[in-house]
């Protein structure tokens, strides 16, 4: 995979590389996924399980729709059951399939220190690519929708790949083929964003005022797109970030820091060194031991 | 070991295992943790048999130096202690710096300088550890939340980087001043070393009859 797609790099972490330019006619992908008409039947978990061959431990019943509880090594999306009570009393149940966003500005990407661990195709998907992985869990801190998830049998971390394998062939991803509402859709950015429009015309002319399209700014817009009844607070689908934006504790860790570590550290190297050739090494002369000598010989005597 | 005549022992065989102990943790994980810091220099991850490597034994060897650290503030804690002194020596740093110790206040057993190095690496040593177990993703990532491991990574990034500048201080200074390698490797210096960077520690030791590293006890006391 690594190596069939390289000339389809536009990032690559912890690389200064120029991204190989000729193949620039890539259309930039998303999936589009229509909250409004999920019925939450996780099609598409057991598609993506199916498709990438995971096989999660088989848990427990928790009390709740959510199954499994979480993300996992395992489990690279996961439906999410809100339910909601408006203004008037009506309940909402609210379904959100979580898993990753691929990030037009991906945190994980920025944070990874292992050259090429995390890498972002021209179409836009972020992919992780195992082999270069050293399972730090510093994607885990870039991410600003906290997904990745770093395994304890290899010590790598996980995440959905928008079935970057299919796409490069042609396919749309798993979860989008299996989906039976056609609540997944995958295509161009671009219609997905004009098909999008479409249903949010739709769920305003049903009363859903604050209809909207979930493309947030603060990452750079992403390839995972939410149409929500209620844009206006994305936070209600269980702890959608409301304006995402990659940490500030990141951005200052892995941008202000590194000049200023590297200044400092070669300032005191280089003071330490022109203090070598202007005052050189103090050393010890043969009066300081002949004077030592008398301090110790003076103590030998009695007073 | 033994040493040459009529020279003074100025660190413990003890001591000196303890210090290089620590050097050794100290080496090695700055070397693993630049690796880690920034993808200039990911290739260090290399010496340790690759990035999962260098990741894995990064915090173990942390872990070592801590207590290795620890041993040394037990044996060094009380020379360190800041005294009236200091600050007499430190107004007068250029004077050190241009090896004209002359006029300079006289030291005992560490001067100022090297109280500073000891007590940044007594702060920052388990500043990095505490920071460090919190990044510490194997075993400890589900005890705290993700901002609180974004907070703890720019601290452990910022101590480190901070902890690097005191040591190449602290290389420097023992490769600036004569016999101070020596010192810690064979671990004595000649009765002129002791006159001319820590006079006060040589009288005492000339007072109390002993040989070094510490003043005889129930010697004299010091003459000044």
Known sequence: ?303 | MSHPKGTLTRNTTAARINHWLTAGCFVLLMLSGLSMFDPMLFFLSELFGGGQWARAVHPWIGTVLLVSYAGLIVQFWRDNLWSRDDVMWTLAINRVLANEEEDVPEVARFNAGQKFVFWSMALLVPALFVTGVVIWDVYFSPYTTIEQQRIAVLIHSMAAIAAIIVWITHVYAAIWVRGSVRAMTQGYVTPGWAWRHHRKWLRRLAATGSTGPKPRAGGNTPRT
């Open chain 1, 1 to 303: 995979m690594a190596d069939l797609q390289s000339q389809d790099y536009i990032r690559r972490s912890a690389s200064t590389m120029t991204p190989p330019s000729v193949r620039d006619h890539e259309q930039e992908v998303a999936k589009l996924i229509d909250v409004s008409r999920c019925i939450g039947c996780k099609a598409c978990q057991a598609a993506c399980m199916e498709w990438n061959n995971l096989r999660g431990e088989v848990g427990h019943f928790e009390g709740s729709y959510d199954n499994p509880m979480d993300l996992d090594p395992n489990t690279w999306t996961v439906m999410r059951f809100t339910e909601w009570e408006d203004e008037q009393g009506n309940l909402e149940w609210l379904i959100r399939k979580d898993g990753c966003m691929h990030c037009e500005d991906p945190g994980c990407l920025k944070a990874c220190p292992s050259p090429g661990a995390i890498v972002q195709y021209a179409n836009g998907i972020v992919d992780f690519i195992s082999e270069n992985c050293i399972g730090c869990g510093y994607c885990v801190k870039g991410c600003p929708f906290n997904i990745p998830r770093i395994s304890p049998v290899d010590h790598k971390s996980y995440k959905c790949t928008l079935c970057s394998d299919r796409v490069g062939v042609g396919l749309e991803p798993a979860c989008v083929k299996a989906c039976p509402t056609g609540a997944i859709m995958f295509g161009s950015k671009s219609d997905m964003t004009a098909w999008a429009g479409e249903r949010i015309v739709d769920l305003k002319s049903r009363g859903f005022a604050n209809a909207g399209l979930y493309d947030p700014p603060g990452v750079g817009g992403t390839h995972v797109m939410y149409v929500l009844h209620h844009a206006d607070r994305p936070s209600l689908y269980a702890g959608l970030p409301n304006k995402p934006h990659i940490s500030v504790f990141v951005d200052v860790w892995k941008g202000l820091i590194k000049p200023m570590a590297l200044a400092g550290i070669a300032f005191t190297a280089v003071a330490g060194f022109l203090h070598w050739v202007v005052a050189g090494p103090n050393e010890v002369q043969p009066e300081d031991e002949a004077a030592a000598q008398r301090l110790l010989h003076a103590a030998d005597e009695p007073p």
